[in-house]
């Protein structure tokens, strides 16, 4: 609780206090008025005393009080209740750098764990890289003297030795082929093997390939063009504005096809531990998929996520609290896209590939003007720190950017509206 006036506390416990509010004397007991007087001070006291400790740490509320009281002319409150906000203050300020020094150390302990781990992961990829060399070295070379001394070599070789060596021993053998009919088929004319065949109908692009049409009453329609699909509908505005929505939205579903394409192609043979072991071999699909993953994160890095958000900002749906929700998508997408690597299991691959997909989805939604009430975490602590909240059995959403005493809005066909005051 916090400390206050000593002169204050005092007063309240000693019936002289304050002559000129309560004029208590020895014949306290004697006197009705003076006895209603003491029940009053007493009854003040007790609210003056309950108010300071249930909101010791809130200094609005008590500089709100200090302001009432110095309206009523009572400086005595009016300096208690203007100490213990003062009091509230500094708590928090103490409390805030105490968290700051926590958070330095938390960061000095965590650069030293990423370093050590950093180490351990380069060594396991040297072993990884040797292990699988020396296997390819026994499979392809007989000779045992030469193979021994291959082994001997790939020892002492480096990670970009290693690396070649098992590239050059990737490479296929050179076969005889010829085209065979129906269906195109390569073949080898020595085994029979079918290498590859081309189906009859031609396979469908992947992903979607956004068109978009005009309508009459000025809005635009995007949709998939190869199925016909919905994808987004723009509300009426500016060429300049439709345009600039329409060039972001298509950025956006392009890097929501390649997430798709990651979770529908993973393998046992390209995630989890095989698959960061084998990405670092040349033409395997694990090799493959790290590639993928690089180029995705290369496409959502720090840059190109700031570029987008500029471009939601001056293109994309305006109003209350909208631009704030691109704000919070476009950041969690950045942390979700960071942890993204080809040795994560199947699992956690998907789970991070659906959450980068669902933060495209709500920013490409909110740029439209069109906040998704269900795939937003709204009662998540990052949106309830910002003053979003939905109600778990209406799934109503609102937005209180002050606070429970500020205004309150409700999201009602893609705008947060005003409430009533009851």
Known sequence: MARFSNQFLQGLGNPSYSEGLFDIGKNISGTPMLMR????RK???????????????NAPLLNAQSQKYQAQGNEELAKVFSEAAQQAVTKSTR??????????????RAEAVGKKVDAQGAELQRYALEQNATNVAKRMINDPNQLE???VGLRGASDEQLRTFLKEASKPKERKTQLMSPGSQLVDTATGEVITEAPFKPTEPKGRNVKSQKMDDGSLVMFDGNTGDVIQTLKPDTPENQEGQVQ?????????????????????WDTGLVGGVLSNVYGRDAYDRDAEIVSLKANLGFDQINAMKEEAAKYGASGTGLGQISNIE????????????????AEAQAKALNNIKNHLINIRKVASGAPPRDTVEWNSPTYKARGYAQDPTTGKVFYAPDGPQGSRYELIDGKFVKMRAF
């Open 95 to 108: 409390r805030g750098e105490i968290a700051d020094k926590s958070r330095e150390r938390a960061d000095v």
């Open 43 to 57: 009854e003040q006291q007790a609210q003056v005393m309950q108010v300071l400790q249930n909101n010791s740490d």
């Open 330 to 345: 476009f950041l969690s997408l950045q942390s979700t896209v960071d942890t993204l690597k080809v040795g994560m299991s």
């Open 37 to 40: 007087q003491e029940k009053d």
């Open 149 to 151: 001394a291959t082994l």
């Open 248 to 268: 972001l939205i298509d950025k956006l579903v392009f890097q929501e096809n390649r997430a798709q394409g990651l979770i529908d192609s993973a393998s046992g």
